[in-house]
């Protein structure tokens, strides 16, 4: 167990729809990093938050967006959905904001859109 | 872009030590080497990770050649758990804290 909560664990949807995902970071730690997972394009990062503020951005789509709250939970919210978005979802989160911590990864969320 | 190049898969027997090898020809002096598995499709887990001198941990040893294009990652005693995806990934650049993950190998321990 990483100490990473994602919620919820399987979540179904239909095209066209909106869903928003969740993650509580480990305890202390202030940067949240997430990642989608699809089969044909492995683990990808979409973004990164530290301490409430957006620290790096990668192949997150326009439609995508996320932040991070006060108390360091973070959300994900993915919008229009299509079927290509169907994917694993993972949070992660480290100490601080660079990448000399390794990150703790959460269980994921996995993301069918029908 | 990865960075980095790994066997697609690797087989291993149970008990004894898997080596795994990773090619970054195209590291810079101020980059890490990390490595991750993620079995299934668990969250990937975090083994060890290294700048240019060998590092052992409770997981695993890392060893990066003296010229640091490439490493290998050892598991001295495989187990049947430890059957997974196995990551090698450096950081790009000063300020980028992107993980790129890469298609990893996949190590397949055989009783």
């Known amino acids: 167990d990483s100490g990473v909560t994602q919620t919820p664990k399987h979540l179904i949807t239909a095209t066209g729809q909106r869903v928003t995902l969740r993650c509580s970071p480990r305890?202390?730690?202030?940067?949240v990093y997430w990642y989608q997972q699809s089969l044909d394009q492995g683990l990808q990062f979409l973004i990164q938050?530290?301490?409430?503020?957006?620290?790096a951005k990668g192949n997150i789509l326009e439609r995508f967006s996320a932040q991070q709250f006060p108390d360091l939970h973070s959300e994900l919210n993915l919008s229009s959905l299509e079927l290509g978005d169907s994917a694993l979802y993972f949070c992660?989160?480290?100490?601080?904001?660079?990448?000399?911590?390794?990150?703790?990864f959460g269980p994921g969320t996995r993301l069918t859109v029908l | 872009d990865a960075k980095t190049t790994q066997p697609p898969s690797m087989d291993c027997a149970e008990g004894r030590a898997a080596n795994l090898p990773c090619n970054h020809s195209t590291i810079s002096g101020n980059e890490y080497v990390y490595w991750y598995r993620q079995i299934h499709s668990q969250g990937p887990q975090y083994i060890i990770h290294?700048?240019?001198n060998n590092e052992t941990n409770e997981m695993a040893s890392l060893i990066i050649t003296e010229d640091r294009k490439s490493s290998t990652l050892i598991l001295p005693h495989a187990t049947l758990r430890d059957t997974a995806v196995y990551y090698c990934i450096v950081r790009v650049a000063e300020n980028d804290n992107q993980f790129y993950f890469g298609t990893g190998t996949s190590l397949t321990v055989i009783p």
């Open positions: 290294g700048l240019k």
């Open positions: 305890s202390g730690d202030l940067s």
């Open positions: 992660a989160s480290s100490p601080r904001g660079d990448s000399y911590n390794e990150q703790f």
């Open positions: 938050y530290y301490n409430g503020e957006e620290r």
